[in-house]
């Protein structure tokens, strides 16, 4: 009678636990859905945290509601921008890295792979070679890279302190989350896919301050 009982009160704790559980990751989506529509950041932390671990679950609840399971990685991005934008202007562009996805180059691209990407040499005809000398400029040290295992290769022979990465909606939120602690800011691909895709360059530019900083140079 007494394991009876204990296992009908486990069985209540996991059935509520997953009410719990539910009603979190809800939540989660509805505010990440209202900041993507008002811009508005409403428990931030919160929301990364279900974002985070319970990142699959999240995925599958969205499909479940009719929702593009992207919203969940765009949401991760957007947030996760907002958290380190302060942090991110206010560090030394010097101590920045900027990081491309080799899907951007120009089909006719003759950059030669080297061990920390592509060696582009800004031949303008690709979005990567319009912003890349733009972001040296400004002392960033810019990489195009062809995976994930090359953002490893960076983050043990660099020393850095924030990074802006460019990628699809998924890639982006993961990259992002694996190198949380370099505040990292990140920027969309306007066409995503594995060839011939595009980024907005002014929205780029913005990101990384270049036009404030060539309007406060005129003045």
């Known amino acids: 009678m007494l394991t009876e009982n204990a ?8 059935f509520f636990g997953l009410i719990f559980l539910f009603l979190i990751l809800l939540i989660a989506l509805i505010l990440g859905k209202i900041l993507l ?13 279900a974002l985070d671990f319970f990142y699959s679950p999240l995925k599958q609840l969205a499909r479940s509601f009719g929702f593009d399971d992207i919203m969940v990685d765009h949401i991760g991005v957007e947030i996760r921008n907002k958290i380190n934008e302060k942090k991110f202007k206010e560090t030394d562009n010097k101590k920045k890295i900027m990081v491309f996805p080799h899907c951007l180059r120009h089909p006719s691209c003759e950059a030669v792979l080297e061990e920390t990407g592509l060696a582009c040499d800004c031949c ?3 979005a990567i070679g319009i912003i890349k000398p733009k972001a ?10 062809p995976g994930s295992t090359f953002i490893k290769k960076i983050v043990k022979n660099h020393e850095f302190d ?6 699809c909606y998924e890639d982006l939120n993961m990259t992002m989350m694996n190198l949380s602690k370099f505040s990292p800011q990140g920027v969309l691909l306007s066409r995503t896919g594995c060839y011939k895709t595009k980024v907005d360059v002014k929205s780029v530019l913005d990101k990384i301050g270049y036009y404030d900083f ?3 140079n005129k003045e």
């Open 214 to 216: 060539h309007n406060k």
């Open 7 to 14: 296992f009908q009160l486990f069985g209540q704790i996991v």
């Open 162 to 167: 924030s990074v802006l990465g460019i990628a």
């Open 136 to 145: 040296e400029e400004l002392g960033y040290i810019v990489f195009i890279i």
């Open 124 to 126: 303008g005809k690709c």
């Open 37 to 49: 529509k008002k811009n508005i950041l409403i428990f931030p932390k919160l929301i990364l945290f």
